[in-house]
Structures are given as structure tokens and as C-alpha cells.
């Protein structure tokens, strides 16, 4: 197999648990190096401990998860992030205490010696970091928080990107921020997996769509065909 043909991340009959509760059910997906992929479902559906479970943050896992190749079911989770991954959870983990910038300085590179995003290129893609870059992480708004913390997974070197609802609660010019951000990505090359509550923030930017339920994927298309699925994502989320 060459490397164009190999999926950046390839999830096939994945099952994990939190303890004794088995959440994920025979999920399956693939992603393209450069693709961006959205997770949709309702609420409790699995798409979270999708994305914990490919970093090797739920309990118990079964299954197969190759990155870029790699069988990572039996890794832990370093060794896991030093494929070149970053997760941005829901709970953004914003040093409170740090400046903005102090935050964005901290992650060490994934791979010794190979630099992530510099700093210039972070305050060129975020300007308004560079405006708060002394602030201290509580008092920045909820969208800078969430600008941070996609940012400093870019400081890491990560190219697979795991993202966790990043625009929830956000205002409209935040969110569209956002968009622009993953736009951004897409154009440098990134390849994004984004779990999305906001069908109208998703719908787009993503190349292509997975709808999760009950632990396991029960519809996924292309940004093509969207038009044509929308009765069936009204049935599925109510969107
Ligand atoms: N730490 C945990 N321990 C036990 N069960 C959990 C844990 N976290 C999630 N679950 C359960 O796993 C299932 C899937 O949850 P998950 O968080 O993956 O859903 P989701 O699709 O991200 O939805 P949402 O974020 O809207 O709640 C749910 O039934 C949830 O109650
Ligand atoms: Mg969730």
C-alpha cells in the first residue's frame, strides 16, 4: 500500500467500555489524510468516547484503530499522541493561572526536534490571541479559551485533530471564527475529525458526514449528497 492510499485514521468493528458499560458498538471510519469529517448524533450517542477511544482514554477497547497505518488498539495513550495526534475535549483545559501565551508555550513538540506551528503562525491564524496574549487564561472569553486550546495542539505538531464540540455556547462571530480556523486547517493540510452538535457550523466545512447511534455509525455521505440526506438527518438529530 502507498502512503496516499493510507487513511490517516481507519476504525474498524471498534468496542470500548467505560468500566463495567459498553458504549461503543462495532464503530466504523475512515478518514483521508487531509479530509474534514464530522461526527453527528443526538445526545449519548458515542461520539465523545469515539474520539477518547482512539486516544486510548476509555476503558477496555476491541476492535482496530490504525493511524497513518499504525494498529494503535493495544497502545497507550502516549504513545498514541506521538503519532501526531491532538484532542481538544469539550473541557478545554486552559491553564488558569498562565497567560495566553504562557499556555501556548507549554506543550513540548510530539516528535523531538520537529517544531509544531510557531508562535508567528498561531497569532497570524488567531489574531485575537495575539491581542490577549498576556491575559491570564480566566480572564479570556469562552471563544478565546476555545481558540487556545485548538492553538496549542497546533504548537505540538499534531496533524490529526480530534475535535470535541468547539463551538458550543460560543457566540455567532466566535463560531465563525472558528469556520474560518478549520477552513484554515483544511487548507494547510490538517485533516480534522470534529464532533458537531451544530449542524449549520458543520454542514459547510466537512467533506464528509458519519451519523452515530447507540455506539455505532447508521448513515454517512458525502458534503455532495447533504442536500439529498437532509430528511434523513431531520429523522436521525431533528436538525
Ligand atoms: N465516563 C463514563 N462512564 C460511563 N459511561 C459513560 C461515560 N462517559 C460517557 N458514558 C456513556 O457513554 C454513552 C456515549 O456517550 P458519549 O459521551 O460518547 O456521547 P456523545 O455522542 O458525545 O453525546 P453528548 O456529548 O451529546 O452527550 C452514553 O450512554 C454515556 O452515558
Ligand atoms: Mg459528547
Same mark, same amino acid.
Given at each position: 500500500m502507498n502512503k496516499t492510499s493510507t487513511p490517516a485514521l481507519e476504525i474498524k468493528g471498534l468496542n470500548a467500555w467505560y468500566g463495567? @458499560?459498553?458504549v461503543l458498538h462495532g464503530m466504523d471510519l475512515v478518514v483521508q489524510p487531509g479530509e474534514v469529517v464530522t461526527l453527528l448524533g443526538r445526545n449519548g450517542a458515542g461520539r465523545t468516547s469515539t474520539l477518547r477511544a482512539v486516544m486510548g482514554l476509555t476503558g477496555a477497547r476491541k476492535g482496530s484503530i490504525r493511524i497513518n497505518g499504525v494498529e494503535t488498539i493495544h497502545m497507550p495513550t502516549h504513545r498514541i499522541a506521538h503519532l501526531g495526534l491532538g484532542y481538544c475535549p469539550e473541557e478545554r483545559g486552559i491553564f488558569a493561572s498562565l497567560s495566553c501565551e504562557e499556555n501556548l508555550m507549554l506543550p513540548p513538540p510530539l516528535k523531538a526536534g520537529e517544531a509544531g506551528m510557531s508562535i508567528e503562525e498561531i497569532y497570524g491564524m488567531f489574531p485575537n490571541l495575539? !491581542?490577549?496574549?498576556? @491575559?491570564q487564561g480566566t480572564r479570556l472569553s469562552g471563544? !478565546?479559551?476555545q481558540m487556545l486550546a485548538v492553538a496549542r495542539i497546533l504548537r505540538t505538531g499534531a496533524r490529526l485533530l480530534l475535535l470535541d464540540e468547539i463551538s458550543e455556547g460560543l457566540a455567532p462571530v466566535i463560531v465563525q471564527a472558528l469556520a474560518r480556523m478549520i477552513t484554515t486547517l483544511r487548507a494547510k493540510g490538517y485533516t480534522v475529525v470534529m464532533v458537531e452538535q451544530n449542524f449549520r457550523f458543520a454542514a459547510p466545512l466537512a467533506d464528509r458526514f458519519y451519523v452515530v447511534e447507540h455506539g455505532h455509525v447508521v448513515e454517512r455521505f458525502g458534503a455532495a449528497e447533504l442536500e439529498a440526506k437532509m430528511p434523513v438527518l431531520n429523522e436521525l438529530l431533528g436538525v
Open positions: 463495567e @458499560s459498553h495575539y !491581542e490577549r496574549r498576556h @491575559s471563544g !478565546e479559551q
